[in-house]
């Protein structure tokens, strides 16, 4: 196992973020509830502690304080905002009530030499409430800002530090170095966290829990299922059969994408499903959104179900589970309050089915993910490639579904996307103009308007265009796309797709829109 980190979740909105700095300093770490059981934490084995920020104060009634087992071990902390007060609380120093909130950018001056903060001014992103007043006996002040006299504090010989502002979010531009001395030089936790290293213990993992049994996987040619998918094919090979159903929902090229991803290594073993036909039957005549999704979702568990009966019933089952789904759902109240959409996991697998599971991604962020799926050679259109629902374009497809109105709907996203992407403006991995485009689409409105071509009225549908940029997906605005470009798909879809004689372009942010019209 590689050295580790334990993350204590205080309940700050960026403790995640706490977590992916530490990763990228190639150091695993793991997040826990800052009440998680002691056995729980300590089995991590963890070379050091992070406390993260939270929404408390220190005085509160039942606020959150640092477990005992943390500063009996030994081993180096590091308080962040709140972690910082309950550090100086638990260590009899004082913290204050504040009569503000500091909330945004401050300058921090480093007043003491110390091995986690160079020497000199650094910019910072600060959002408290509370502050240091005196800091613990056996600690000096470190950094001082014009807001707050004890900006980072620190007991060198106990390494213990203190960070009133956040390392951890791009506003503190040095905070990733900060975070990395820590890990690193302070903890002294070897940076060994690598996508090789990933790869080589999951490998082991993955052997160790299969054995010589048969395993089974849903591959939707998303990121998280491909790479999981390719994980569990390096370590365990012929054991693994795939399905990859083609739901006829499907952007231009998807199919022809996963299967040449996966073909060449999994031969006969990739079994692909063409279940276009059943698709269409069965959403004949619905237009409700929701009854779509719960369609889509049915029919792929009897397919899959099928297809599981066809090749003898493995007992185990790949899933693509990511770490942010794991911590979010065992998280403080805070992050389970954040999972709005719920519907999400249409296109998931039977509850019913008895499979065992394996979640070789179990402790990935999705940056990880990605690194891992490169790593492990698959191309880079599949490991790069933007979100995409379950349901597919059929969510796209307002009004009722038809093989037409899909086929016009997929011409006009390919029109948009490959545009998008020919002008550099839809490259996930690294964007070379100012504008970062996260999902990009076309949708198909059931609305019919007037046109005229050469000398022919029409009366056609129209095509909604759709860009955003955003962090999360939770909340998103719309991309700024340059007014030319527009011009160029717009003019491109209603000379080459049929059935279009109209294309507008979606400039609602979430919220109040949704980034899917439906
Ligand atoms: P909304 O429309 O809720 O979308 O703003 C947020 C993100 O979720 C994706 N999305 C879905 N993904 N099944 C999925 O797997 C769905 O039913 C679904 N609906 C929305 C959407 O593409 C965006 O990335």
Request: charged content about 20%; proline content about 6%; aromatic content about 8%.
């Amino acid at each position: 196992m590689t050295d580790s980190i334990a993350i204590l979740d205080f309940g700050s909105q960026y403790t995640q973020l706490i977590a992916r700095r530490v990763r990228e300093a190639q150091v695993y770490c793991e997040l826990f509830p800052w009440d998680a059981p002691a056995e729980k934490v300590q089995a991590l084995n963890p070379k050091g502690f992070i406390l993260s920020g939270g929404p408390t104060s220190i005085y509160e009634d039942g606020a959150p304080t640092i477990p005992g087992y943390v500063l009996e071990s030994g081993l180096p902390v590091l308080g962040i905002c709140y972690g910082m007060q309950a550090l100086t609380y638990a260590l009899n120093g004082r913290v204050g009530a504040s009569s503000h909130r500091e909330y945004g950018p401050a300058e921090v001056e480093i007043t003491s030499s110390n091995p986690l903060l160079s020497a000199g001014t650094q910019s910072v992103w600060m959002s408290h409430g509370d502050r240091i007043e005196a800091v613990p006996p056996g600690f000096r002040i470190l950094g001082s800002s014009s807001n707050s006299p004890i900006a980072a504090m620190g007991d060198l010989s106990r390494n213990y530090y203190g960070l009133q502002f956040h390392p951890e979010v791009h506003h503190t531009p040095g905070g990733m170095e900060i975070l990395r001395r820590f890990v690193v030089e302070i903890c002294r936790a070897a940076p060994e966290w690598t996508p090789d290293s990933i790869i080589h213990q999951s490998v082991e993992q993955i052997r160790a829990q299969v054995g010589k049994e048969r395993v089974l996987s849903a591959v939707s040619g998303g990121v998280d299922s491909s790479v999981a998918t390719a994980l569990v094919h390096r370590a365990i090979g012929d054991q693994l059969s795939a399905v990859f159903v083609d739901t006829g929902l499907l952007r231009l090229g998807e199919r022809e994408q996963v299967e040449k991803a996966f073909r060449a290594n999994m031969g006969p073993h990739l079994v692909v499903v063409d279940a276009e036909e059943t698709y269409l039957t069965k959403l004949k005549g619905v237009t409700d959104p929701e009854t779509k999704r719960r369609i889509i979702g049915e029919s792929f568990i009897r397919i899959f179900e099928e297809q599981a009966h066809q090749v003898g019933e493995p007992p185990f089952l790949v899933q693509g589970t990511i770490y942010p789904d794991v911590v979010e759902s065992s998280g403080p109240e805070r992050s389970k309050a954040r999972r709005i959409k719920s519907h999400h996991n249409v296109g998931g697998l039977p509850s019913d089915m008895t499979f065992k599971l394996v979640e070789p991604l179990r402790y990935l962020f999705k940056d990880e993910v990605r690194a891992v799926g490169e790593a492990l050679g698959l191309p880079t259109e599949l490991v790069w490639r933007q979100p995409f629902p379950g349901p597919g374009l059929a969510v796209r497809c307002l009004g009722e579904i038809t093989r037409e109105r899909v086929a016009s709907l997929r011409a006009a996203d390919a029109i948009f996307t490959s545009e998008l992407t020919a002008a550099g403006l839809l490259n996930l991995r690294s964007s070379q103009s100012g504008l970062k485009i996260s999902q990009a689409f076309a949708a198909l409105l059931p609305v019919r308007s007037v046109g005229v071509m050469g000398d022919q009225r029409t009366y056609q549908e129209a095509i909604a265009l759709r860009a955003v940029t955003t962090e999360d997906f939770m909340t998103a605005d719309w991309a700024r796309i340059p007014y030319e470009l527009l011009a160029k798909v717009a003019n491109r879809i209603v000379n080459e797709v049929h059935g279009v004689n109209r294309v507008v372009y979606d400039i609602t942010s979430k919220p109040p829109s949704t980034i899917e019209w439906e």
